[in-house]
């Protein structure tokens, strides 16, 4: 069962695990910010997955592990997180993908791909820490030269031929 996954507000004294720089800089921005760690026991591919959300996301996760999961799986069976609409088999990037953009289209008039959203979070976090290329590494879950070959003008021009 994959209820309860979010633990509690992260403490800001002593954390029971690192927090990473990403979130140490949001704190600094704002020392009230309200972070939750939360675990998930094991991913499709055997990993344990730990990390912060903010807190305003907890209820609504919850409530999609309480009430739509089950009814999206049905009698199936799945240690997914997140489940296809047609049943039991793990939500693909492409699925979601899909999700998004008619999200979106309903709402704001305009299809829009998570990956638009993403690289409108990196202008945005850019914006506000100037170099934070490190912290943005671990945010993306990408190395670091190739968040900076990405999203750096002046690094991707010192490579150019």
Do not use: C
């Not at 979130?23 to 009230?32: C, K």
């Amino acid at each position: 069962m994959l209820s309860n996954i979010f633990k509690a507000p992260v403490p800001r004294d002593d954390p029971s695990f690192s927090i990473a720089d990403w979130a140490r800089r949001l704190l600094q921005v704002n020392p009230d910010l309200p972070l939750w760690q939360f675990s998930f026991p094991e991913t499709p591919r055997g990993r344990s997955v730990r990390g912060l959300i903010l807190q305003e996301l907890v209820d609504p996760l919850e409530e999609y592990l309480q009430e739509y999961r089950p009814a999206l799986l049905g009698a199936g069976s799945s240690e997914s997180l997140f489940i296809h609409p047609g049943g039991d088999s793990a939500l693909t990037a492409s699925d979601l993908t899909s999700l998004v953009k008619s999200i979106t289209r309903r709402y704001a008039s305009v299809g829009v791909t998570p990956s638009t959203i993403k690289f409108s979070f990196v202008e945005f976090y850019l914006e506000r820490f100037p170099d934070g290329y490190v912290e943005l590494a671990d945010i993306l879950w990408m190395d670091y030269t190739s968040v900076r070959q990405a999203y750096d003008p002046d690094f991707r021009g010192r490579f150019a031929r």
